[in-house]
């Protein structure tokens, strides 16, 4: 009984705020510091890089992938966002730290290494949009695929008139023996993402402007919300943003992964 007297104010915030909102702030809180310096990291590299590649990759898209000691995965992603029926389109792979397989030769492929291992997603995918130049920027992870008419789909939303800033399609979630598990299809709620963990950048399309980073907190599997979440719901605060009820990605569901937990409500 006293128990449950005590966790009333917390439950009355999580009911006002949502519990993924009241974990955010208090891991800006906590991972401040961290931050910093984490910010200061990445300004470094982006520039340091940015040297190294001369002129700025550039296209109607350009699509980000981290990557981090997963060499068969990489090429994997790598491979399906080439295959992509856009090809007005850059791919620049952005190496957490610890040195970059051998990739297939492309005009529209850039790898780059971070000088040191950050172990933060965020500060890593920065870097890619920070390296390059487009219109609209994607998103894959080195352990996911995309469908061949993954950017078609986002496009034919994004680039008529009266079109939204931001898209995401479905995910077709599935395990590691290769069978799917289910799909994710939820239309977009700002209010409801506060209470849902339901937004994943592997679907995410979106038009290039100040909204467009990640966090820069160092997120360890047991820091809730992702800065995949992150990112739509604090984009979606000035920029319209649609879902796309169509799967067009292949999203690993690996227990030895970093994935997100969509249904793990447990820490609210």
Not at 153 to 158: P, S
Not at 184 to 200: C, K, N, T, Y
Not at 219 to 245: F, G, Q, S
């Amino acid at each position: 009984m006293m128990r449950r007297i005590a966790r009333a104010p917390w439950e009355l915030l999580k009911r006002a705020f949502g519990w993924l909102v009241l974990f955010e702030a208090r891991n800006k809180l906590l991972l401040f510091p961290s931050a910093v310096r984490l910010r200061r990291f990445e300004d470094t590299e982006a520039a340091r890089l940015a040297a190294l590649l001369g002129r700025p990759p550039a296209a109607l898209v350009a699509t980000v992938i981290p990557t981090h000691r997963r060499p068969a995965g990489l090429g994997a992603a790598v491979r399906s966002a080439l295959a992509q029926t856009v090809t007005d389109q850059v791919v620049i792979v952005v190496d957490d730290g610890a040195g970059l397989p051998e990739l297939p030769a492309d005009p529209r492929l850039f790898a780059v290494s971070l000088a040191r291992n950050t172990a933060t997603a965020g500060i890593v995918r920065n870097v890619g949009i920070r390296l390059t130049r487009s219109r609209y920027v994607a998103f894959l992870d080195d352990d996911n695929l995309w469908e061949p008419d993954h950017l078609e789909q986002a496009l034919a939303v994004l680039e008529p008139s009266g079109g939204p800033d931001a898209v995401y399609t479905a995910l077709r979630r599935v395990l590691p023996d290769g069978t799917e598990r289910d799909v994710l299809s939820v239309p977009f709620d700002r209010r409801r993402a506060a209470h849902e963990a339901f937004l994943d950048t592997n679907a995410f399309v979106a038009r290039r402007n100040r909204s467009l980073y990640f966090s820069r907190l160092r997120r360890t599997p047991e820091v809730l919300p992702r800065e995949d979440w992150e990112l739509v719901r604090r984009y979606a605060r000035r920029h319209e943003v649609r879902h796309l009820p169509r799967p067009t990605v292949r999203y690993l569901v690996n227990p030895d992964s970093f994935w997100t937990r969509w249904d793990d409500e447990a820490a609210g």
